[in-house]
């Protein structure tokens, strides 16, 4: 099992560029996450998404979008990136969302992409 | 929305010692994560604990949600324990909400 996978691991863009952050899970969970996070910080919420289908905001979803293309994959895009997006993007999976009281709903992190945007 | 403060934000100890990590938030929750990011980057899951005590090993994690506070315990620390220490309470009510604490960077001293 490779877990959660993410691709690339780096990207350099120019302001007005526009990239597509790819991820996928191999452990057939529903639900899906996008974080990113600042030097620092801890993670903020990007966007989420319950489960295949559907794809909800998060805390800070403006200027990105997602698609939620079968189970396995969950990509965002940034479609005219600026420099407040660089960041450390990270992807997560879950058997259902992490909210709720079962014990299985814990979250698996990918390694990461490191975004600058000059 | 959640409010989260970790305590310490620093911590450096000497390899063998033991310490505890405080996590106070702000509303009611459904549920609490204890992450571990290594120097690496990588994001460990390291409890999912709603309210009483868990254990794994050195660690072990007890949260008090009618207190609306979480703690973490790491016994003879080591130096692979190095990294920084994030809570994440979250909850599903009306859309799924989940704020990560600035978190506790520890470093261990061999």
């Known amino acids: 099992n490779a877990g959660v996978t993410q691709t690339p691991k780096f990207q350099v863009l120019k302001t007005g560029q526009s990239m597509t952050l790819q991820c996928a899970q191999d452990m057939n969970h529903n639900s899906m996450y996008w974080y990113r996070q600042d030097p620092g910080m801890g993670l903020r919420l990007i966007y989420y998404?319950?489960?295949?289908?559907?794809?909800d905001k998060g805390e800070v979803p403006n200027g990105y979008n997602v698609s939620r293309l079968n189970k396995r994959e969950f990509s965002l895009r940034l479609e005219s990136a600026a420099p407040s997006q660089t960041s450390v993007y990270f992807c997560a999976s879950s058997e259902g969302l992490a909210g709720g009281r079962r014990s299985y709903n814990e979250q698996f992190f990918g390694p990461g992409t490191r975004l600058t945007v000059l | 929305g959640i409010q989260v403060e970790q305590s310490p934000p620093d911590l450096i100890l000497q390899e063998g010692a033991n310490s505890t990590l405080r996590c106070n938030f702000s509303?009611?929750?459904?549920?609490l994560q204890w992450f571990h990011q290594n120097p690496w980057g990588q994001l460990i899951n390291l409890f999912y604990?709603?309210?009483g005590t868990k254990q794994n090993g050195r660690l072990s994690a007890t949260t008090v949600a009618t207190e609306r506070y979480s703690l973490l315990y790491i016994s003879s620390s080591q130096t692979t324990d190095s990294g920084v220490y994030f809570c994440?309470?979250?909850?599903?009510?009306?859309?799924?909400?989940?704020?990560f604490g600035a978190g506790t960077r520890l470093f261990v001293k061999a």
């Open positions: 994440a309470p979250s909850e599903v009510a009306g859309g799924f909400k989940t704020i």
């Open positions: 509303d009611s929750v459904n549920n």
């Open positions: 604990i709603p309210s």
């Open positions: 998404s319950a489960s295949e289908g559907t794809t």
